[in-house]
């Protein structure tokens, strides 16, 4: 799969956008880049982390609670010093790391799987990854961590759910990315849209249930969609 822009976005859903809003800017240090109305009672905050983006997405109503494979997000910063664990408002893990730490740029994610090996496999067949050691993908220049899950996630939980929810990879053609994904062993989670003149976009879902985005974004690409 060719991806469009090295490095993934992480998607997190939440019903306390006011608390977010000043633990991502303040405590984080991220600059806030604008909002964008998803449709359904959702407003999405962006952050930017490098060439990355924190997705905040505000939800108007009450969201469930589901407990999924994203069980930790890293952010690499230019300012931090040394590593820091910290809890976002929803209690979400959230470590803060200097850039390039462990060769961590941008954001990346520990993913909680019942077996690594079949996940290790899956994310090399259907994204492209570069398998950098048995725990350790690389997904352009972003970094996936594996680790064995102490209980299996929820396999049809929704997307709009509390916590860090999805995984964003930017492609050239979303409908290629989307096809292609889905014959080398992916989970449909949705057919791709067109929304509007932004991007056009798809989701698959990984072996563990993980939401993934595919997203031919104009503003990204350089064409239109």
């Known amino acids: 799969m060719q991806l469009a822009k090295a490095f993934f976005d992480v998607g997190l859903f939440s019903n306390q956008a006011a608390a977010h809003h000043s633990f991502w800017s303040e405590r984080i240090a991220l600059p806030f880049d604008h909002s964008l109305k998803l449709g359904g009672g959702v407003l999405q905050h962006r952050f930017q982390v490098g060439s990355a983006v924190l997705k905040l997405n505000d939800a108007r109503d009450p969201l469930p609670t589901a407990r999924g494979p994203i069980r930790e997000l890293l952010v690499a910063h230019p300012d931090c010093q040394q590593v820091e664990s910290l809890q976002d408002p929803d209690g979400n893990r959230i470590t803060r790391v200097p ?101 056009r976009i798809a989701f698959i879902r990984d072996p563990d249930g993980t939401w993934i985005e595919l997203s031919e974004r104009a503003s990204v690409t350089g064409k239109a969609v």
């Not at 899956?122 to 220049?141: T, W």
């Not at 492609?171 to 062993?185: M, R």
């Open 99 to 199: 850039s390039g730490h462990d060769d961590i740029h941008g954001l990346a994610v520990r993913l909680a799987v019942a077996d690594p090996a079949r996940s290790a496999d899956f994310y090399q067949r259907a994204l492209g990854c570069k398998l950098i050691s048995p725990a350790r993908l690389q997904a352009g220049e972003a970094i996936l961590l594996l680790e064995q899950a102490d209980s299996p996630a929820e396999q049809e939980q929704p997307l709009a759910a509390i916590g860090l929810r999805y995984l964003t990879l930017q492609v050239f053609d979303c409908d290629a990315a989307h096809a292609a994904a889905l014959a080398a062993g992916a989970s449909n989670g949705r057919d791709p849209v067109t929304l509007g003149s932004t991007a």
